[in-house]
């Protein structure tokens, strides 16, 4: 796991007034976690820039605030839609002695021989798992070998994963990760047929933050992590 760290100083300035913080070159952001206050900081943009866009999914950020160095996870990211860069971040600090719980990515690794001798397809299910541990045995990505998908119909499940035994795997063991399948049979054209409207769920949007601009939208490639403190028992 790399070493990244973040340096921010604490700012008065909030809501819609933060678009001149981010004309002098400053990140809007907030930290907030157990046992502290959430803080309203600042970052240096281009500096945070370098560090936001090479974090993926749960991994522990070095974060100084007045003098005193703390571990965080990225929470929220958003960017502009339009220019790319980042305008607001939430970071989640944890605490290194409670367990937490995070979606670590499913990365795919190899070929698999059904698709390589039998002409299979690859039918992707869950790209990543809800886990509960201790911050410090964060893990950055969860690996499944393609290659044990040798004929048309074998599948990997949450439960084939192999993980520390000391992550918890929150996730069902029977949800799908990835389904080796037939390819689908070219459509026949000769006959008009009548579409219907595809209906599409909304899962998730993201939020429209009081101190985000207007165009604002979720950062895309690594998802970062969606920390909580896990229910005490």
């Known amino acids: 796991m790399a070493d990244y760290k ?9 809501g819609k007034q933060v ?9 809007p952001a907030v930290v907030y976690g157990p046992g502290r206050e959430p803080a309203s900081v600042q ?18 950020i070095d974060f100084e605030l007045d003098g005193q160095v703390s571990k965080v996870l990225v929470h929220d990211l958003q ?7 980042f305008v607001h971040v939430d970071l989640y600090a944890v ?15 190899g070929t698999s021989p059904a698709v390589t001798t039998h002409s299979a397809v690859l039918v992707r299910g869950n790209s990543d798992l809800e886990v509960e541990c201790l911050p ?24 084939d994963l192999k993980l520390p035994a000391n ?8 949800e799908l990760v990835v389904r080796a399948t037939y390819q689908a049979k070219e459509e026949d054209l000769s006959t008009p047929t009548t579409a219907a409207a595809a209906e599409v769920e909304v899962i998730e949007k993201g939020k429209t933050e009081e ?12 998802a970062p992590a969606k920390a909580a403190p896990a229910a005490k028992k």
């Not at 678009?19 to 990140?27: E, K, P, Y």
């Not at 605490?95 to 690794?109: A, E, F, K, Y």
């Not at 990505?141 to 439960?159: F, M, P, S, T, Y």
């Not at 992550?167 to 029977?174: C, F, H, N, R, Y």
């Open 79 to 85: 960017r502009n839609s339009i220019r790319g860069e």
């Open 6 to 14: 973040l340096v921010a100083t604490r700012r008065t300035v909030k």
């Open 136 to 159: 410090g045995d964060l893990i950055t990505q969860v690996e499944a070998d393609l290659g044990v998908l040798l004929e048309i119909g074998q599948a990997i499940h949450v439960g």
């Open 19 to 27: 678009s001149h913080l981010r004309r002098a070159g400053q990140l």
């Open 167 to 174: 992550i918890k795997v929150l996730t069902d063991p029977e």
């Open 95 to 109: 605490d290194m002695n409670r367990t937490i719980r995070v979606r670590i990515p499913i990365r795919l690794l």
């Open 211 to 222: 101190e985000g601009e207007e165009g604002a939208a979720p950062a895309k490639g690594g």
């Open 43 to 60: 970052l240096n943009a281009r500096e945070a820039g370098k560090v936001l866009g090479k974090v993926h999914g749960a991994e522990l």
